[in-house]
Every structure is written in C-alpha cells, then in structure tokens.
C-alpha cells in the first residue's frame, strides 16, 4: 500500500538579536559667523538617524549619523540659538545563525542618550561629549514543512485549517516632501522642526504601492528684532509609487515616513519652500488560509507519525492610536517665563508582565524658560505611557515596528508649577507568532495485527465533546461511517451518547 505525502511551508519570524550598542559620543562645533557668540550653553539634544540596515548570517550592520542639535543663549542679546552637526557612526551586532530567510526581515533600531556634555571653549566652539545606547531588535524569517494532505487506502487524517500570514514585500524609499510655509514675520534664526504624519491611503496593485499622506510641520522660529519665539505650521501632502514585485491586491499594508532632517529656503517669488528628507517604509503582507494535517491513522495498517510544533505568524490589526500624557514640576525660578517648549520621543519598548506583554513608550518634554536674572534654563521631564494591545504572548514572540510623533505640546505655568500637555500619534506595524501542533511526516508500517476473538460490534458509551475522530481513532475505523451509522453531526458529540462501532468499517 503507498502513502502520498503533500507538503507546503510557512514562514514565521523569529528573533535573532536583541542588544544594546554603545556608540562614543566626541566632536567639536564651529559656530558660523552668521550665528552670535555663545554666552551659555543651555541644552543638547541627541537624534540618532539610520540609514542603512542589513543583515545577513550572523551579523547585521547598521550604518547612520547622530543628530547633535545644541541650544545656547547668544552673548550680548541673550537671545536663545540653535545649532547642529552630524556624527556619522557604523556599527555591527552579531546575529544567531541558523537557515533564516534575510528578505524583508524586521528590524527596529531606537535609542538613548547615557550622558552628554557640552561646554564652550570660546565664542565660537564648543565640545561636546557623551554616549549614546543604541538598542537593536531583529528578527528573521524561517521556513517550516508541513503536511497539507495524506492520500491512500483506508488513510484518515485529521486537518484543521489554519489562519497564517504571509510576508508578501518590504519597499524603502529615501525622499524629499516639499510644500510652503508662511511665517508671519521675517525669521532672524530657526530654532526646532517637529513633524507629523498622518497616512492616507495605502494601496497595493500588482507589484506596485502607491501611499498617500500629510507631512504636518511646525517650525520654531524667532522673528527679526523680537524675542518671543513664534511657530509656523505647512501642511504638506505627498503621493509616492513604490516598486514591490510580489504583492498584489490581495495583500495589506503599513507605511511609515521617518523625517530626518528640512531645509528652508526662499523661492524666486517671494515665498518660503520646506523641503523635508524623510525615510518611507512600506511592509506588506498576505493573510492565507492553510489546511494542514494534524493527525492521522490507518484502519489497515500501523502508522508512523511526526509531529512538530509549528509556528504560525498572525499580524494584527495596524498601530494608530492618539496618545495624551502630561507631566509637571516645580521651576527653581518661580518668576520665569516660558519661551518654548518640545519633545523628543524614545522607541517603543515591549516589557513582559506576567502572562502579558506590552507596548510602552517615553518621551521627553525639554521647556526652556528665562530666569528673572535674565538666563535661559531648560527643564526636562522623561513620562512613560503604554499602547492599548493586550498581548498575551512572550516579547520574543512579538515584532512591533513603531513610530510616535509628537502632534503637539503646550505648556501652563501657576506660579513655579510648570506643566506639559503633549499629544503624541503611535503608528506601526505588530505581529505575532503562536506555534500551531501539525505533522511534519509520516510513513506506513506493516500490517496491522487484529486481536484475536475480537467482537464484531462494539458499544462505547461516549461523553458530551469527545471527538468523534479520537473514537474512530482508537478502533481503528472510518470516521465518517462511524458519524453516519449513529446519525452524529459534527466533530464533537453535543451530549453524551451510547454508540455502535462495528470491527472493520
């Protein structure tokens, strides 16, 4: 008698690193001649920015640049003033090896600052030292063998279909999102630029996605011969076309736009153009219905099985949720005024508690006041917040790609009681994998033995649930003639009941 085995294979991600990279903070700033001397340094603030990720076996390279933005009061006018530069950094992380597929791997990198130092060596220089954690999470893709069907004689597997997803492509695309903006006065230096994304549409045809979208932009500024710092807002949208050769209409997709940095310039007829650099991210899947054989026996012959637990990738529901939080405190100086305030998100973390996991983020609220002696001083408040996701699972059984912006942050202050409102927009891309039981082969033994002076019908006295296969399973007879000979409906008895079970069927 000969078996026919079908087999097909599912993908699911597992994680291969999961660190932290130090990276050594140490440059200097020049301070360009169009900018005043520095009087006091007031505050710096680290962005890591990545440019590139690859991962192949056993290793993964990150490559990228640390934004070092520097906020100092200008000597003489006392006037607050803003200044960055780039510290490029490459990095390496050793990876788990195994038979992974490296194509379309997940991989989320973030970050904190362990300390930073910045002092003034002159007018014009400053020194700035410190480091800089960067934390790394990656997963890659493994395939596993199945069994979809059994075909031979007097065979019966139990199949179950299963729910699974797919990855179908990743696209990445470095571009430039331009558009107006109106200041209402003429800008003397531009302090901060915070951004906003709002996603539109994603839509996928055949080998081809197409993402519409929003870049909202606020831009601190102080104007010309004035000392209050104002904001500028541009709405922006943006309609990009990405390659991605194996996704159709079928699939489902998440985009993210990562903005890295702006540049604002004046246009021949008298208008202001922000031109932002940003990262689009494009993640598509395929949710499919897999039939897979989860047990089997033979009435005729003995059966050698293998079973494995398989694992099974499931992706949820895509990240959007408006977050508010607020944080407060005492000021040293309870007559300071207020100038502006900001904040700089962290990555989202996943924390195990319990049985349950979840998705908490920080970001930190940077104030800058001036004092009654005529000094600006910047005040920092690090709040934490979780995700609504109620994850019942491991963190190594989780891939979560985040980003949160910040939409907007004022600020009320009641004598030295300073408090921060912030608003702040988490989108992202989570998934999860479950290991499923299946077989992964099985083979015919010789024939099965038949105990002698076996009675010709048996009487078995089953209980409410008991499955029917089980039964049949274990007299080694057809499940669907035993189903039929007691006039039984469905895999599970619905109350219990005395059934016949004739030898041989």
């Known amino acids: 008698m000969e078996l026919k ?95 992974y597929d490296y194509m379309d791997a997940p991989i989320e990198i973030g970050g904190e600052v362990e300390y930073v130092n910045c002092r003034a060596l002159s007018g014009r220089r400053m020194e700035v030292r410190g480091a800089f954690a960067l934390s790394v999470r990656a997963a890659a893709y493994r395939r596993t063998d199945v069994i979809t069907a059994l075909d031979g004689e007097q065979v019966y597997p139990k199949t179950e279909t299963l729910k699974t997803a797919q990855m179908a492509g ?12 109106t200041f209402d006065a003429e800008p003397q230096s531009i302090l901060h630029t915070q951004y906003n994304t709002r996603m539109e549409e994603v839509k996928l045809l055949s080998g081809k996605a197409v993402v519409k979208g929003t870049l909202e932009a606020q831009v601190l500024y102080r104007p010309k011969n004035s000392d209050v710092i104002s904001v500028a807002a541009a709405q922006i949208p943006f309609h990009e076309i990405l390659d991605m050769e194996h996704v159709d209409e079928q699939c489902r997709a998440v985009a993210l736009l990562h903005p890295c940095g702006c540049t604002i310039t004046g246009t021949e007829d008298d208008k202001t153009q922000l031109a932002v650099t940003a990262a689009l991210t494009v993640r598509a899947w395929k949710d499919v219905e897999l039939c897979v054989v989860q047990d089997a026996f033979s009435s005729a012959q003995e059966m050698e099985l ?115 409102q912030l608003e702040l927009m988490v989108t992202g891309f989570l998934s999860v994998v479950h290991a499923m039981p299946t077989l992964s082969d099985a083979h015919l033994g010789g024939q099965r033995a038949e105990e002698e002076n076996a009675p010709a019908l048996y009487i078995y006295f089953a209980q409410e649930n008991e499955a029917l296969y089980e039964i049949a399973k274990h007299y080694h007879v057809c499940p669907q003639t035993l189903s039929d000979i007691n006039q039984c409906s469905g895999d599970a008895l619905e109350q219990a009941k005395r059934l016949l079970v004739p030898r041989g069927m």
């Open 170 to 181: 990743t696209a990445e695309k470095i571009l430039t999102v331009e558009g107006d903006i």
């Open 306 to 420: 293998e079973t494995a637990q398989t694992p099974m990738e499931e992706v949820c529901e895509p990240i959007g949720e408006s977050v508010n939080v607020s944080v407060s405190g005492e000021l040293a100086d309870a007559d300071s005024e207020v100038l502006m305030a900001l904040a700089t998100p962290l990555s989202i973390e996943l924390l195990e508690d319990g049985e349950q996991c979840v998705l908490r983020g920080r970001v930190t609220a940077h104030v800058f006041c001036r004092n009654s002696a005529g000094e600006i001083d910047c005040y920092d408040k690090l709040c934490e917040y979780t995700v609504s996701r109620e994850l019942a699972y491991r963190a190594a059984d989780i891939c979560a790609l985040c980003q949160t912006d910040v939409v907007s942050i004022r600020t009320e202050k009641t004598g030295a009681n300073l408090t921060a």
């Open 5 to 99: 085995v079908y087999k097909d294979n599912v993908s699911a991600a597992q994680l291969i690193c999961e660190t932290k990279l130090e990276l050594g903070l140490e440059t200097e700033f020049l301070i360009p001649d169009y900018l005043p001397q520095v009087f006091k340094v007031v505050k710096c603030i680290v962005i890591p920015v990545v440019l590139q990720k690859q991962l192949s076996p056993g290793r993964l390279n990150i490559e990228g640049y640390l934004r070092c933005i520097v906020f100092y009061q200008a000597e003489g006018t006392g006037e607050l003033c803003q200044t960055e530069q780039k510290v490029p950094f490459s990095k390496q992380a050793d990876c788990r090896q195994g038979e």
